[in-house]
């Protein structure tokens, strides 16, 4: 199976293989991979999950995308070490709401947030591949919250990567920092940077244009354009949909959402074989997705904070690949939109584009009112305590009817209310309680060093760090 970029022209980046795509990331052309084609599971294939091991199905469904370049036993070894991470055994478990409404609880990974789901995969693939072509790698890491505290996790202690996480100085939750800094393992260095996040993120952008660093120290990044993230995060629509009754019934599901990889996620499942009536996806007040699929129109606002931080979004990478999907893989075509959005923030989907998107995908937005609104609500109706990620999918989720009632509407809880305290606790009245006693967060010491946010500064950092 061959990865191709969703952009063609004459600088069009080459097809590459599982592997290769993996490790890139972001295309030359500044394409995102996809597979050239979708593979695909037979009715009985998807049926045969039920019952299964999560991460069974995970090896099954992975496999189809590495398409042989991974030995079945290595990858079924990895999967089952990924998901031992895990504090509940069905790793991803099911549970009900209210009437054919359904969390799926992707946050018992040992950060808390659904983050943990693809970054504890991706660690083990990336140790596979660095350790066959007997290459190293520098990953570095700018985070506003939950994605750094995952990738920290998931690469501490791996042979051949070390990783750096940047993360602004005072402007992530304690508990987030805490994942970071308080872990020992000498692979990771962890920096608190004087500035913003975005400092943060042109920091790495710089790292990545100057052309003699990034190879000095062999940079990588592990963002949620990575394919391999994507095609881990399809593994649990199929485990939950197949624990209601697919493919024998349809399903639906609401999906929060912020750099569109999850509910992409949902599309490449749907692509797979899996019967999906419905993807709703629901954001915050940055509601970019939501807007396109009302209106047609893809157009970048202005970022606002929001008590559902890791969606505060307004571009969001990944729409690119569905964009291309829409538009019968036409490279040339999205190659054009997105170099133009570049420019103009603006895209008009074409159409039959958007015609094609909305027979499966829906948008919905939620304010900061009814997002504390929803997790009130839902501790009164159900005696759960849900984060305001998890909120904005179930206000969507009330908001919205199905064609059918019989369709079972499955709600993604991206996060557990303990990573969130401050905002459960203004919008409830309560305080959740941290459920992993095994991480020992409070008592732990913590590790980092403190730097201006200066290009040049961090980049001799991370040269020392890498020892290039
Ligand atoms: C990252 C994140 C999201 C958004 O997921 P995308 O794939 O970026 O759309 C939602 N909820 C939580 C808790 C997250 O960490």
């Not at 040992?110 to 995969?121: E, I």
């Not at 952008?205 to 963002?223: E, I, P, R, T, Y």
């Not at 609401?254 to 749907?270: C, E, L, R």
């Not at 095994?438 to 946010?453: I, N, Q, S, V």
Request: with cysteine; net charge negative.
């Amino acid at each position: 199976m061959k990865y191709v970029s969703t952009r063609a022209g004459d600088s069009a980046a080459q097809p590459i293989g599982f592997l290769d795509a993996v490790l890139a990331g972001l295309a030359p052309d500044g394409g995102l991979y996809v597979p050239e084609s979708w593979p695909t599971f037979t009715h009985e294939e998807i049926a045969a999950f039920a019952g299964q091991p999560y991460a069974a199905v995970a090896a099954a469904v992975i496999g189809k995308f590495a398409d042989g370049e991974i030995p079945t036993d290595v990858l079924e070894e990895m999967c089952a070490e990924a998901y031992g991470t895990f504090a509940h055994a069905a790793t991803c478990p099911v549970t009900q709401l209210g009437p054919n409404l359904f969390l799926a609880e992707l946050f018992h990974g040992p950060t808390l947030a659904f983050k943990d789901v693809a970054m504890q995969l991706l660690s083990r693939l990336y140790e596979y591949i660095l350790r066959s072509k007997g290459r190293t790698l520098t990953i570095v890491c700018a985070t506003s919250g939950d994605t750094g505290g995952a990738a920290v996790e998931a690469f501490r202690g791996r042979s051949n990567v070390r990783i750096v996480a940047m993360f602004p100085e005072g402007r992530i939750s304690e508990v987030q920092r805490r994942f970071m800094t308080t872990v020992e393992d000498r692979n990771v260095a962890n920096l608190s940077l004087e500035g913003s996040f975005d400092d943060c993120q042109a920091i790495l952008k710089a790292m990545f244009a100057d052309g003699q660093f990034a190879q000095a120290v062999d940079l990588s990044a592990v963002n949620s354009i990575n394919f391999a993230r994507i095609a881990a995060q399809a593994v649990y629509y199929f485990t939950t949909a197949v624990a209601l009754g697919a493919p024998h019934r349809k399903v639906a599901f609401a999906v929060p959402t912020g750099n569109f990889g999850d509910a992409f996620a949902a599309y490449v499942a749907v692509k797979m074989g899996l019967p999906v009536e419905r993807i709703l996806v629901a954001t915050n007040s940055n509601d970019i997705m939501a807007r396109a699929f009302e209106d047609g129109r893809y157009s970048r606002g202005n970022v606002a904070a929001t008590q559902s931080p890791a969606m505060d979004i307004q571009v969001a990478s990944n729409f690119e690949r569905l964009y291309f999907e829409a538009v019968r893989r036409d490279g040339l075509e999205t190659g054009r939109a997105f170099r133009a959005f570049a420019d103009t923030g603006v895209i008009d989907i074409p159409p039959g584009a958007l015609a094609t998107m909305r027979e499966l995908f829906g948008g919905a937005s939620t304010g900061e009112a009814d997002t504390s609104r929803a997790m009130l609500a839902t501790l009164n109706e159900t005696g759960r305590l849900i984060d305001p990620h998890t909120a904005v999918a179930i206000s969507a989720a009330k908001r919205t009817t199905l064609p059918s009632d019989a369709t079972p509407l499955i709600v993604l809880s991206t996060a557990h209310p303990a990573k969130f305290p401050e905002a459960v606790h203004a919008a409830t009245g309560v305080t959740p309680t941290f459920p992993r006693a095994d991480r020992h967060l409070a008592d732990k010491p913590e590790r980092f060093d403190r730097l201006p946010a200066d290009a040049a500064v961090v980049m001799d950092y991370v040269r020392s760090f890498a020892g290039a």
